[in-house]
C-alpha cells in the first residue's frame, strides 16, 4: 500500500504562492507581515516569495505604510496588468462587450448593434466588439454568453436555429472562434452565466446546491448541484422553456422550436397577452407587470386594483406550475428568480409565486430574486473567464524543472 506523496519544494512555493495571492485578491494590498500572518508563512519565507512573484510580474509595490514612530512597512497589490480577460453576451439585438484585469476590475466596454439584417462574418463582429472595448493588452481568455447551448458530443450549438443565432451553426465553434480570434474561447449558456455571477456574489453565495429561473422574453433556467453546473448530455440541461407544461401546445403541434411549453405560457409575450385580458396596459411586458403591481397595491379597493392582484396571481400560477416539475425531481434548497418578468414584479410577485409553488410541492425551496446589478451574463462571463485565466497565471510562479 503506497502512502502519501510528499510535497516537493517546488510544489510547496506554488501553493504558498497561490495562498499569498490569492489573499492578495481577496483583501486587496497588504504589507509582508499581513501576508505572513494570513499565509501562516515566516518573515524570511514571506519575503522570498514576494520577491519571486514581483519577478513573476504579478504582484508590484504599492507604496508605503506608516505604523508606528519611526516604522514603515511596504505594500504589495496584485499587477492589473499581469493578464486581461473578455466577456461577451451576444443578443439577437446586439453583441455587449467587457474587458477586466486579473484583479478583475473593468477596464473597458463597448455595444455593438446587430444590423436589421445581419452581415458580415461572425468573426469579424466578435472581434469588433472586443476591439471597441479597447483592451490595455493582449486577452488571455474570451468567454461568450449565447442564448443557446454547445453540444458537447458534436461542438456544434443546439437549442437554437440558424434564425435565432445567424452564423453560429458551425462544426467545430469553439476551435473556430478561438482561431479566429487568436484567444482561447469558451462559449456558454447564457443563463449558465448568470447563476454562476448569482452564486459569486449573489442572491446564491454559499449555496451549493439551487435552481435559477430566467424569465425574460424567453424561458431559461441553470442547475446547480454541488457547487457545479450541470450541463446535461447534450448541454441542454435548464432548456426549462420547451417542457411540456399543462395548458400550453406541445412541440407534436406547434413544431420543435416554435412558441411551445413553458415559453408560451410564461414567456414576455405571453405575459403580456395575459395581463392585457385582465385591463392591465403597458407598451411592452415589463412596464406591465409594473404597473399591475402598482395597481395592486392601491389601498383603495376597485374593480381595477382587482384585475391587477388577480392577474398577478394568474401570472405566479404559471410560473409556479413550471417549478413545481423542476422542484419535484432536483428537490433544490433555493431557487433564484430573475429576469424582466419577475424582477419587474419585484417582492410583490416573488410572495406570489413562493405562495403558489409550496401549495403544488412538498419541498418548500427559498425562493430569492436576483441580487446581481448590471448585466448578469457579462458578470458571469467575467468571473469564468477569471477563474480561468488565474489559475493559469497564479500556478505558473515556479519553474518546471
Known amino acids: ?5 510528499p510535497g516537493t519544494p517546488s510544489l510547496l512555493r506554488a501553493i504558498n504562492d497561490r495562498a499569498a495571492l490569492q489573499a492578495l485578491l481577496e483583501r486587496g494590498p497588504l504589507t509582508r507581515p499581513e501576508i505572513g500572518t494570513l499565509t501562516g508563512l515566516s518573515k524570511p519565507t514571506a519575503s522570498q516569495l514576494l520577491s519571486r512573484l514581483q519577478e513573476a510580474g504579478l504582484v508590484v509595490l504599492d507604496g508605503i505604510r506608516e505604523g508606528l514612530p519611526g516604522r514603515t512597512a511596504e505594500v504589495y497589490r496584485i499587477n492589473p496588468a499581469a493578464a486581461y480577460v473578455g466577456a461577451l453576451d451576444v443578443t439577437p439585438a446586439r ?8 484583479a478583475g476590475t473593468t477596464v473597458g466596454s463597448y455595444t455593438l448593434p446587430t444590423p436589421r439584417r445581419p452581415g458580415g462574418e461572425l468573426v469579424s463582429r466578435l472581434r469588433a ?10 486577452l488571455r481568455r474570451v468567454v461568450i454568453g449565447v442564448q443557446a447551448a454547445i453540444d458537447p458530443s458534436t461542438g456544434r450549438l443546439g437549442y437554437a436555429t440558424a434564425k435565432d443565432m445567424p452564423g453560429w451553426q458551425i462544426g467545430d465553434l469553439v476551435p473556430t472562434l478561438a482561431e479566429g480570434l487568436g484567444v482561447p474561447v469558451s462559449v456558454e449558456n447564457n443563463v449558465n452565466l448568470v447563476a454562476l455571477a448569482e452564486m459569486a456574489h449573489g442572491a446564491a453565495r454559499g449555496d451549493s446546491d439551487f435552481v435559477l429561473l430566467w424569465a425574460d422574453e424567453g424561458i431559461g433556467s441553470a442547475i446547480v448541484l454541488g457547487g457545479r453546473m450541470h450541463r446535461g448530455a447534450t448541454g441542454g440541461a435548464g432548456e426549462v422553456g420547451y417542457m411540456p407544461t399543462p395548458g400550453a401546445p406541445t412541440a407534436r403541434e406547434a413544431g420543435r422550436y416554435a412558441n411551445h411549453g413553458y415559453q408560451a405560457l410564461t414567456g414576455g409575450p405571453a405575459v403580456l397577452k395575459l395581463l392585457r385580458s385582465y385591463g392591465v396596459r403597458g407598451t411592452d411586458f415589463r412596464q406591465a407587470i409594473a404597473n399591475a403591481v402598482r395597481a395592486a397595491d392601491d389601498h383603495q379597493s376597485g374593480q381595477k386594483a382587482d384585475d391587477a392582484r388577480a392577474g398577478l396571481r394568474d401570472i405566479a400560477a404559471r410560473l409556479a406550475v413550471g417549478l413545481a416539475a423542476i422542484t419535484s425531481v432536483i428537490d433544490p434548497g433555493l431557487i433564484v428568480l430573475t429576469g424582466g418578468v419577475v424582477l419587474s414584479g419585484g417582492e410583490p410577485l416573488r410572495e406570489l409565486v413562493e405562495h403558489e409553488l409550496h401549495a403544488l410541492t412538498i419541498p418548500r425551496p427559498r425562493l430569492r430574486l436576483s441580487s446581481v446589478e448590471g448585466n448578469p451574463v457579462l458578470a458571469g462571463a467575467l468571473d469564468l473567464a477569471l477563474d480561468l485565466v488565474r489559475d493559469e497565471v497564479f500556478g505558473s510562479t515556479v519553474p518546471t524543472p
Do not use: F, K, T
Not at 466588439?129 to 493582449?138: C, E, I, T
Open 1 to 5: 500500500m503506497s502512502g502519501p506523496v
Open 95 to 102: 453583441i455587449e462587450a467587457r474587458i477586466a484585469d486579473i
Open 129 to 138: 466588439a472586443l476591439d471597441g472595448a479597447g483592451s490595455p493588452g493582449p
